[in-house]
């Protein structure tokens, strides 16, 4: 059997997720543009932290540089949607022409609710609220958690919501209401029937479908992966996935394959077999990943565990949860992407009165020559950041090499 490279298995990862285009001054991306991309990776992740722009808005810079975040806005709201807001990997922005896949979680918090939900509608001063939060809504229109009162008691935590803001996340979840769009991040939640478009296919598919779908879709968007990350992508459990990936290769939809991994070691991995050709090409050099950018720490091409050690031999700190002390790298790094690797990675947050970049540690990883070539497209990445975000000046605080930021500054 063929073992493939580590280099082709990357090359083809970052095709799977249109991260490896070669950088270019191209016209701002327009609405179709970003649908696409956005159906091509399956979904976006939705995420509070705003040191620079959120998470939804940095996974497709990462890939098609500054565009107007509120075109994506736009694709999830209004009368033309063609997004809308789910559950699959997280709270995501999913295409909404797999909007039926959401129905047999819908249908199942409906009949039994979680555990949280369940002590919570015991109450029945709860189940009271939640009849007359859906009913201001229906007399109404869209609302805010903000236009509800609140109960008076002081919360420490984003998760200890008030009553009215855990009665529309349970008629969320159990898809009564849907996301009309938001209002400065705040959700507007309004009635299901008056957001889905009448085009939207409403047929419920059963656990077993739903399941198979979601394994091929997490296959074909990683390239290539082990069995159990083509469930890590729409995070599911590989007690429910494995049967998923072997009926999958038994039907000849996945197929194994040897792949060397980032440590030297091989493994068995499995690939959809629309990838196979591409793998080909990559593994012959026809297939080149020539981009350069900055990923979120959310991003799409991070989500199955370990991954990033797999395939890069670079581990992700998420570290923006951690004490300040305990902190390695800093808040929050977005890794540095180059060609077919992960370079380093740098913790920036934008000073939105002054419109200063600021880059409060920037790293190498151990054994990266900073040579002109990764200077040069690091460079123009930066830019294309900086205009992303409105920013007029960059400030490097700390750099490990200190040469690498002197370098990087004296190119821009």
């Not at 085009?199 to 077993?208: L, Q, R």
């Not at 091989?266 to 959809?272: D, G, K, M, Q, Y």
């Not at 793998?279 to 350069?292: I, V």
Request: overall charge neutral; charged content about 25%.
């Amino acid at each position: 059997m063929t073992t493939y490279p580590v280099t082709a298995l990357r090359t083809l990862a970052l095709f799977a997720q249109n991260l490896h285009i070669a950088n270019e001054n191209d016209l701002q991306p327009d609405p179709e543009t970003i649908y696409r991309l956005v159906d091509r990776i399956g979904c976006v992740q939705i995420d509070t932290l705003h040191m620079v722009r959120r998470s939804q808005y940095l996974v497709p810079w990462s890939r098609l540089g500054a565009f107007d975040p509120t075109i994506l806005d736009a694709l999830a709201s209004g009368p033309e949607r063609r997004l809308f807001e789910g559950r699959q990997h997280a709270a995501c922005i999913i295409p909404l022409s797999e909007y039926r896949y959401q129905l047999p979680h819908q249908r199942r918090v409906r009949e039994d609710p979680a555990d949280f939900s369940r002590t919570w509608l015991s109450d029945p001063n709860n189940v009271a609220l939640t009849r007359s939060v859906l009913a201001r809504i229906q007399q109404e229109g869209a609302l805010r958690t903000s236009d509800f009162d609140g109960d008076g008691h002081k919360r420490s935590s984003w998760w200890d919501w008030k009553p009215a803001k855990h009665a529309l996340e349970q008629l969320f979840a159990r898809g009564d209401l849907m996301i009309a769009g938001r209002d400065k991040f705040q959700r507007r939640y309004d009635l299901t029937e008056r957001v889905l478009p009448k085009w939207v296919d409403t047929h419920e598919p059963g656990a077993t479908e739903r399941d198979r779908f979601w394994v091929e879709r997490g296959a074909k968007a990683l390239g290539a992966c082990l069995p159990r990350h083509a469930g890590d992508y729409t995070w599911m459990g590989v007690s429910r996935s494995r049967p998923m990936v072997e009926a999958l290769v038994r039907d000849g939809i996945l197929i194994s394959i040897q792949g060397s991994l980032a440590n030297g070691q091989t493994a068995e991995l499995v690939i959809h077999r629309d990838n196979l050709p591409l793998l080909e090409q990559a593994s012959d050099g026809a297939l080149r990943a020539m981009r350069t950018t900055f990923l979120s720490p959310f991003d799409n091409l991070l989500w199955a565990a370990r991954r990033d050690e797999i395939f890069w031999g670079f581990h992700q700190a998420l570290e923006c949860y951690l004490p300040a002390h305990k902190r390695v790298y800093g808040y929050l790094c977005l890794p540095i992407l180059h060609r077919d690797r992960l370079i380093g990675r740098f913790d920036p947050k934008l000073e939105r009165k002054t419109r200063i970049l600021r880059i409060k540690a920037l790293y190498l990883e151990p054994g990266v020559r900073p040579d002109e070539e990764l200077l040069r497209d690091t460079a123009f990445a930066m830019r294309d950041f900086m205009t992303f975000h409105e920013a007029s000046e960059l400030v490097i605080e700390h750099s490990q090499p200190a040469a690498f930021g002197k370098k990087l500054m004296s190119v821009l």
